[in-house]
């Protein structure tokens, strides 16, 4: 299908667990792994980022490079209601999609939660480059319509990180020691980093931009995923 909106060639695809994911075929790859979008994005994104960071912190600024579907923003909105833990979200998206697609995802069928349809509605209607905007009590979002290359931070403090960009092999100029570095700079001492990617060139960049680097184990046919701390 088309999406008028991003001007991008994409496809709707059931992954292993039953989630959605979408084929941009102009990029060549998935939103998510094919092994199952929901079991990875809450390993990933959700138990190996979000709670950590939940543990210690009642309200905290967290960075996503890309929005895309919002399946990690949704599940974060999510968790934040169920814990009652505070977070700003901050979504960058370079080709935001067409409601008309984001409404086919299946994911709030599948998440255990009763205001999921209206939280994933909330969060696609938002409008980019505005202002920050409250979907619930303990969940604000802020969403930029912008090539993350080109992000400017300023005093962000970032707690968390998702990274979950297209793979380095194509976006290669996405994963490199100068972003590392600028979103290592916008981010507290004891802040993570979290992706599903794992090549050794992005460790390296990870290591050089002076962040500890630990490899976890992986899921959805994956075998790792990395966690970057900022010390
Ligand atoms: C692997 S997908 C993951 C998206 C999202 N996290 C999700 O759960 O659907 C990568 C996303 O990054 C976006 N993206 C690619 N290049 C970008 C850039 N330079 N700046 C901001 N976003 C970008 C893509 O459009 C896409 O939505």
């Keep these: 299908m088309f999406d008028s909106v991003s001007g991008l060639q994409l496809k709707l695809v ?3 667990d039953g989630s959605h994911t979408l084929y941009n075929s102009g990029i060549g790859e998935h939103y998510h792994s094919t092994g199952g979008a929901i079991t990875e994005s809450m390993h990933v994104y959700i138990r190996n980022g979000l709670m950590p960071v939940m543990e210690d ?9 890309g929005l895309g579907t919002g399946l990690n923003a949704l599940l974060a909105c999510i968790e934040a209601r169920r814990q009652c833990k505070s977070i700003h979200y901050h979504a960058c998206e370079l080709l935001p999609l067409d409601i008309r697609i984001t409404e086919q995802l ?17 969060i696609h209607t938002q409008a980019y480059n505005g202002e920050p905007v409250r979907v619930h ?10 090539d993350f290359s080109e992000v400017n931070f300023h ?10 960009a297209f793979s380095s092999n194509a976006q290669p100029e996405l994963w490199c020691i100068e972003l590392f570095s600028k979103l290592w ?20 960049a990870l290591r050089q931009s002076g962040f500890q680097v630990q490899r976890l184990k992986g899921v959805a046919g994956k075998r790792e995923m990395l966690r970057a701390l900022k010390l």
């Design 106 to 122: 299946n994911y709030t069928s599948l998440v255990n939660s009763e205001y999921a349809a209206a939280d994933f509605s909330a």
């Design 185 to 204: 700079r916008a981010m507290l001492p004891g802040a993570l980093l979290v992706t599903y990617a794992t090549a050794g060139h992005v460790k390296q």
């Design 57 to 65: 912190n009642d309200i905290f600024h967290l960075y996503e490079t």
């Design 155 to 164: 005093d962000e403090q970032l707690r968390l990180v998702f990274f979950d």
């Design 14 to 16: 059931i992954t292993a």
């Design 137 to 146: 009590k303990h969940f604000i979002l802020s969403k930029y319509q912008c």
